[in-house]
């Protein structure tokens, strides 16, 4: 059992991390790819069993494109995200809404590529969010992932967590780090330790399971 966890970029002139988790939550593999392809080879090769992406993998219900001249348009009235986005938000999480005004466009373009290809192929695919995650395990005092501490942060609180992260201490930076955690976050899934939010005919985010 594997799960290999995707920090994935929008552009393919910046590397995407990739880290690679065994059952015993030991980290077998940190990498980074440039072109989609380079991704899809090492998933084929590695064959694990579920690949996590921490990026919008599918589009609001009714939306056929993010394009602000096409008239597909939100199938729920007043919607301005996906519903799990919503249910992210009353639960005090940020995050990006998926809509026409999107700034993540690209990358919201390049996930669903990847996930049809990677799905097409038979691998198992979710969608994590590393900031809901971290949250969800970590507390609300998370530092932002582009602050200075955030990488000190993440390596303390991943440490007891997962196995062999000294082995990589020179390549820890916080995309790999957010790589780490969303391969976690796949691990927990794995082990029926996960809720999911959302509507499963647009789209679910996999989420370490929810204080009750
Ligand atoms: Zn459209």
């Known amino acids: 059992m594997s799960v290999l966890g995707v920090d994935l970029r929008a552009s393919k002139k910046k590397p995407s991390s990739i880290a690679i988790l065994d059952q015993q939550s030991h980290l077998s593999q940190l990498g980074s790819f440039l072109e989609d392809d380079d991704l899809v080879k090492l998933v084929n090769e590695v064959q694990p069993n579920i690949v996590a992406i921490g990026a919008p993998l599918n589009l609001p219900s009714g939306f056929c494109c993010l394009d602000q001249s096409c008239e597909c348009h939100f199938s729920v009235p007043n919607r301005k995200g996906r519903l799990f986005e919503l249910e992210l938000a009353k639960m005090g999480i940020s995050c990006f809404y998926t809509n026409k005004g999107s700034i993540i466009r690209?990358?919201?373009?390049?996930?669903?590529?990847?996930?049809?290809?990677?799905?097409?192929?038979?691998?198992?695919?979710?969608?994590?969010?590393?900031?809901?995650?971290?949250?969800?395990?970590?507390?609300?005092?998370?530092?932002?992932?582009?602050?200075?501490?955030?990488?000190?942060?993440?390596?303390?609180?991943?440490?007891?967590?997962?196995?062999?992260?000294?082995?990589?201490?020179?390549?820890?930076?916080?995309?790999?780090?957010?790589?780490?955690?969303?391969?976690?976050?796949?691990?927990?899934?794995?082990?029926?330790?996960?809720?999911?939010?959302?509507?499963?005919?647009?789209?679910?985010?996999?989420?370490?399971?929810?204080?009750?």
């Open 106 to 212: 690209d990358l919201i373009y390049r996930g669903i590529l990847l996930s049809n290809i990677l799905q097409e192929s038979g691998h198992k695919v979710i969608e994590v969010y590393p900031h809901a995650t971290k949250m969800l395990l970590f507390g609300d005092k998370v530092p932002p992932k582009n602050s200075a501490s955030s990488v000190r942060y993440m390596i303390g609180h991943l440490t007891p967590l997962v196995s062999g992260m000294d082995e990589h201490a020179d390549d820890l930076d916080r995309n790999t780090c957010d790589a780490i955690i969303n391969a976690y976050t796949g691990q927990l899934h794995a082990q029926s330790n996960t809720d999911i939010l959302g509507d499963p005919e647009e789209g679910i985010l996999v989420l370490p399971k929810l204080p009750n």
